[in-house]
């Protein structure tokens, strides 16, 4: 099938690209010249596990290019809408800034009986809102959110957990198929479904061949509805992690280990081990965002007090990176101030080079205001973290940033500081003593045993 991906960032170019992989003819489009241009040559403009190889078999094909002339998604049959919903520069609200250009600047090439797909992330009631101007070129909005992690973007993106599809609430009804219990309850509330109807869903099934002939969940609903889904699964993730960073702030009272608690209580299958590692906290391009907006919207509303506890989250998720610079300034007596500290990792998360709202370099720049000598390493976000934050110092090679440390912090948990770094290495580069590991990702005793000052988050 044609298809057209608006907006070729992290989600878009992996979507263009996964879309192209199981053998779609596909145009990406972004108005970022040189994204373009290293897209159009094969090649990543950034760092996501398997990307590179999909690109340049699908560019090498011939079924997959990429563009920044909107006209050139004249002839498809399905439009994505990729683009960013930062949030806002004055507010907490989503920026719908880019959408609304996305859709404005696609609606002269639409045709009668397009399909356009939003996959952005936006506050529910965004797609009632746009579906009239889409409308009235005779094609079709629906919202099909993306719930890929960074990462695992291209495994996410070519064989999901599940699919949701929204579609026009004079379509709507609910039905799941595939998944476990394989049931189908198409036209399940007594409503008649129109041809149209069936058209936009088994389109957009086609689209999504592979995973729904394996029995992928497909999820239709309403717009509104697969809106709320995806900032409700954002939400839900972003208390989990709270949550036990919530527990860790009590631990670090009363002398307990958030990471016992975290297995104890993980055991119960009703709560799960997954999305309770206590550390610094959640960042990135996706969920502080996503919960500020969705309270926003709340607010709007009128049902604010519905998700007030996303303020709380937010806030505890603060508090932690202000927590991991204190256990930096108590390992050092007191004060940073002219002290070397070294700060693994830059990006937000592991498998990434994505450094927006990273903790992890909030963590470094704050400690660089304090008048330490803050060292940043990171296997894949340098350049990123560079090009934001100028003043920090940066080392590629690990073992030299390591070099004369006073302090060290583990702010992201890459394999190699979790895994490929031993405390009687890391001893040879350094004669300083203090390790806190902002991710609990360490092996506590084992430092302690050599000799350092170990300092956990929510651990004795
Ligand atoms: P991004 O900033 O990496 O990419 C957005 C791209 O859109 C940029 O390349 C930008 O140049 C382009 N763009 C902006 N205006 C445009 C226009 N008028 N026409 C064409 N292109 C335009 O952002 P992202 O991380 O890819 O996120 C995009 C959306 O997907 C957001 O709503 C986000 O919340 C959502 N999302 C992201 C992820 C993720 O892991 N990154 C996962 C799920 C959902």
């Not at 760092?47 to 590179?52: I, Q």
């Amino acid at each position: 099938m044609k298809l057209s991906v608006i907006g070729c960032g992290y989600l878009g170019a992996v979507h263009a690209a996964a879309m192209a992989s199981i053998g779609h003819e596909v145009v990406g489009i972004d108005v970022d010249q040189r994204k373009i241009d290293a897209l159009s040559k094969g090649e990543a403009p950034f760092f996501e596990p398997g990307l590179p190889e999909i690109l340049s078999e699908g560019v090498a094909s011939g079924r997959l290019r990429f563009t920044t002339d909107m006209a050139e998604a004249k002839g498809a049959k399905v439009h994505f809408i990729g683009v960013g919903t930062p949030q806002q520069k004055d507010g907490y609200g989503a920026d719908l800034t880019y959408v609304n250009a996305a859709i404005d600047g696609l609606l002269p090439y639409l045709s009668e009986g397009d399909i356009v797909a939003g996959k952005s992330t936006v506050p529910v009631g965004t797609a009632a809102e746009l579906t009239p101007r889409v409308e009235a070129t005779g094609a079709t909005l629906v919202w099909n959110p993306e719930f890929l992690r960074e990462g695992w973007a291209v495994q996410d993106t070519i064989d999901p957990d599940r699919l949701v599809l929204g579609v026009s609430s004079r379509f709507a009804r609910s039905t799941t198929e595939g998944g476990d219990a394989g049931s189908t309850t198409e036209g399940g509330d007594g409503h008649s479904t129109t041809g149209e109807e069936v058209d936009v869903v088994a389109v957009m099934k086609e689209v999504y061949a592979p995973p729904v002939a394996k029995g992928t969940p497909f999820i239709v609903t309403d717009l509104a509805t697969a809106e709320l889904v995806k900032v409700s699964a954002n939400a839900f993730l972003a208390t989990k992690i709270s949550f036990i960073n919530a527990m860790a702030e009590i631990a670090e009272v009363v002398g307990a280990d958030v990471t016992q608690l975290a297995d104890a209580i993980g055991h119960d299958a009703r709560i799960g081990r997954k999305f309770l590692g206590a550390g610094i906290g959640f960042g990135g391009g996706c969920l502080p965002k996503d919960i500020r907006a969705f309270a926003a919207r709340a607010e709007e509303l009128g049902r604010g007090e519905s998700v007030g506890f996303l303020r709380q989250m937010d806030e505890i998720n603060m508090r932690r990176r202000d927590r991991a610079v204190q256990l930096v300034v108590d390992g050092l007596g007191g004060s940073v101030f002219k002290k070397n500290v070294t700060v693994l990792g830059a990006a937000f998360k592991p498998h990434s080079d994505d450094i927006r709202d990273s903790p992890a370099l909030d963590v470094a720049v704050r400690l660089h205001g304090l008048g330490a000598w803050v060292t940043v390493t990171d296997p894949e976000a340098i350049a990123n973290a560079q090009a934001k934050h100028p003043q920090l110092n940066y080392v590629e090679d690990r073992d030299e940033a390591l070099r004369a440390a006073d302090a060290v912090v583990v702010v992201t948990e890459w394999d190699e500081y979790r895994r490929q770094m031993s405390p009687e290495h890391v001893s040879t580069l350094t004669d300083g003593r203090v390790i806190v590991d902002g991710r609990n990702c360490l092996d506590a005793a084992a430092w302690r045993a050599a000799g350092w000052t170990y300092y956990g988050m929510g651990r004795p």
